[in-house]
Structure formats: structure tokens, C-alpha cells
């Protein structure tokens, strides 16, 4: 038993000296260049792992105070389902993006 605590003791104290690898896979979502960007990495030094076509200024207030504080989310996976919310939000606000026909040309017109 004093082996096995022992053996735990040491894999927690190198997990924590090793940051426990929380830095390099945090993401956020945040703005850049007026649009919603996925950054991978801590707030300090982010990558952008992926940009959106959501125009921040489609955002609620509140949701667009969380992206501009930089919204934190604990994995891809969640960082992706949370723009999908985003989206859905804004579609819902806004209507579906739709192209209306031009009307048929009329003959001798």
C-alpha cells in the first residue's frame, strides 16, 4: 500500500511540474479581425486553430462580452459546440440566409 501511494505521490508531483498539459490543450473562443475565432493554447499565447463567418455584431450583448473576454472551453469538442450554439443563435435572430430568384424575363419587355 505505501508503494502504491508512493507511485501516485510521484505521478501527480510530475504531472503538476509538467503543467499537467493543460496548457497546450486549452481553447477559446474570442474575436480577431471581426470574426469568432477558435484559438488553441492559453490567452497569453493563442493560435488560432479556426476562424467562423459569425460577425460578432450578430451576437447577443452577452455573448458577445463572453467572446470578447475570450469565452474558455475545456476541449475542441466543446469549443465547437459552442460556435455551433453561437450560430444556431444567430440564425434564429436573423432568419436562414436565403437567395430570392430574379423574376422570369418578360417577352418583348
Known amino acids: 500500500m505505501k ?4 507511485v501516485l505521490a510521484a505521478a501527480l508531483i510530475l504531472l503538476a511540474a ?3 498539459g493543460s496548457e497546450n490543450t486549452s481553447y477559446f473562443v474570442g474575436i480577431d479581425q471581426g ?3 477558435l484559438f488553441k493554447g492559453g490567452q497569453s499565447e493563442a493560435d488560432v486553430e479556426s476562424r467562423t463567418d459569425i460577425d460578432p455584431a450578430e451576437l447577443t450583448q452577452a ?3 463572453d467572446v470578447t ?3 474558455n472551453v ?3 469538442s466543446d469549443a465547437d459546440a ?3 450554439r453561437l450560430r444556431q ?6 432568419g436562414p440566409t436565403t437567395t430570392v430568384p430574379a423574376p422570369p424575363a418578360t417577352p418583348g419587355g
Not at 508503494?3 to 508512493?6: D, E, S
Not at 443563435?89 to 436573423?94: A, D, I, L, N, S
Open 3 to 6: 508503494k502504491l501511494l508512493g
Open 18 to 20: 509538467c503543467g499537467g
Open 35 to 37: 470574426q469568432v475565432v
Open 63 to 65: 455573448q458577445r462580452e
Open 69 to 71: 473576454g475570450g469565452k
Open 74 to 76: 475545456s476541449s475542441r
Open 82 to 84: 459552442y460556435v455551433r
Open 89 to 94: 443563435g444567430v440564425e434564429e435572430r436573423t
